[in-house]
């Protein structure tokens, strides 16, 4: 497919988006804040996984490495392979290409906003750079796929778990779209990146760590289908659309949501307040990408009641006002929470829900800890409204 067809397509799948009842004006809204931080990113270069290497990675100078968060030397063997503490993350591992993703999660769904917002060229090319370092240019570019993510010291070199890394890479990909039509990229550049993220949807469906990553259970598996999801509406992958949407159905909603809407998977965890928000988000951002190509998954609903309705009913409680949570805070980085969180953005545009936008609007939308930026990955409502 073409630039111009799918643009084209593009703009015709952006119009059906318009739900009825959303009146919500996320340009007005945002404005100030976007063009605030798009401003202070046009001084942040380009980084990509080029710029640091690990000697403990298997991989070379273009491979993604990261390393199990919850991985620790174990003290009875101190040279040995790691030994496992849920909740409470090793702050020596490798985590440089992390941070690199994450800054370009960051700062290329910013600058594009700003773009949308001004039309000023200087947003849109310099979001095109970053996009050309990490997915066009032979240099700089990283290999399309995640075969050495979260490794572990002495046990394996990477895992299937990996694949949630670049849940980083789901606002970027919305973002390149706009920058096409900005201009800042040629077609060339366009189809580049296009082409390296159907790459990265093809490792993603067929090599071993991401069929595993594809099968688990919990937050994981959602989102694995929230990337394939966002990668294959960039990619014009209807069939992975269509899979995702079925996946939804059968695999995710009847094994993650309970009847009353709790997330018992994410309740289980010694972090159980964040990851049901991290889930609910990556749901919802499901339901956002998915239901716009035509198949409503905001109102699907099993024979016994399972669905996304009764799961953002549940938790918005305790978002609303979070000391109203049942159980223990979480053993890091509780007092970060919630942030604006996209399930009462797009779950309060989806149903007509004033009260989700309400809340919603008085969350903080930024924060400067890294824990919180890896686990809050939908920033730019002025790209998905």
């Known amino acids: 497919m073409n630039r111009r067809v799918f ?65 620790w030397p174990d003290p009875k063997n101190p040279s040995g392979p790691y030994v496992q503490r849920d909740g409470l993350t090793n702050l020596d591992n490798f985590v440089a290409h992390r941070q690199s993703l994450m800054k370009l999660s960051v700062a290329v769904p910013a600058l594009t906003a700003a773009w949308k917002l001004t039309r000023e ?28 993510a979260q490794a572990i010291h002495g046990k394996t070199s990477g895992r299937g778990t990996g694949v949630i890394d ?20 040629s077609s060339g550049e366009f189809d580049a990146a296009r082409a390296w993220f159907a790459d990265y949807l093809n490792w993603m469906s067929t090599s071993p760590n991401g069929i ?12 694995w289908v929230m990337q394939a999801a966002a990668f294959a509406s960039l ?13 939804f159905r059968s695999v995710i909603v009847p094994g993650q949501i309970a009847p009353d809407g709790r997330l018992p998977l994410e309740l289980a965890r010694t972090k ?23 198949d409503d998954l905001w109102n699907f609903v099993t024979p016994d009641g399972r669905g996304m309705k009764k799961a953002v009913e549940y938790m918005f409680p305790y978002i609303a006002d ?41 969350l903080p939308a930024e924060s400067g800890v890294d824990e919180v930026i890896r686990n809050y990955f939908i920033r730019q409502p002025v790209l998905w409204v």
């Not at 739900?19 to 340009?27: L, S, V």
């Not at 595993?212 to 989102?223: A, L, M, Q, S, V």
């Not at 890091?332 to 797009?346: H, S, V």
């Open 7 to 71: 643009l084209a397509a593009a703009a015709a799948n952006l119009s059906r988006r318009a739900i009825a009842g959303e009146r919500f004006d996320a340009a007005a809204f945002d404005r100030a804040r976007v063009l605030r931080q798009a401003r202070l990113l046009l001084k942040q270069n380009p980084v990509t996984v080029t710029a640091a290497q690990s000697p403990r990675s298997a991989g070379g100078l273009h491979d993604f490495f990261s390393e199990g968060d919850y991985w």
């Open 121 to 148: 060229k200087a947003f849109a090319e310099h979001a095109a750079r970053h996009v050309r370092a990490w997915f066009v240019d032979e240099a700089t570019r990283m290999n399309p796929n995640l075969q050495f």
């Open 166 to 185: 670049t849940i980083h890479l789901v606002e970027v990909a919305r973002a390149i779209p706009w920058l096409a039509e900005s201009r800042a990229m």
């Open 212 to 223: 595993e990553e594809r099968d688990t259970k919990n937050n994981h598996t959602t989102c």
């Open 235 to 247: 990619a014009g992958n209807r069939p992975m659309l269509l899979w995702c949407a079925n996946r």
């Open 272 to 294: 159980p307040y964040g990851y049901c928000l991290f889930n609910l988000d990556a749901l919802a951002t499901i339901c956002r990408i998915v239901s716009a190509d035509g």
């Open 322 to 362: 979070k000391r109203r949570w049942p159980l223990p805070p979480d053993v890091m980085y509780d007092e970060y929470w919630p942030m604006r969180q996209a399930a009462l953005l797009f779950g309060g545009l989806a149903w007509d829900r004033a009260e989700y936008l309400a809340v919603w609007k008085k």
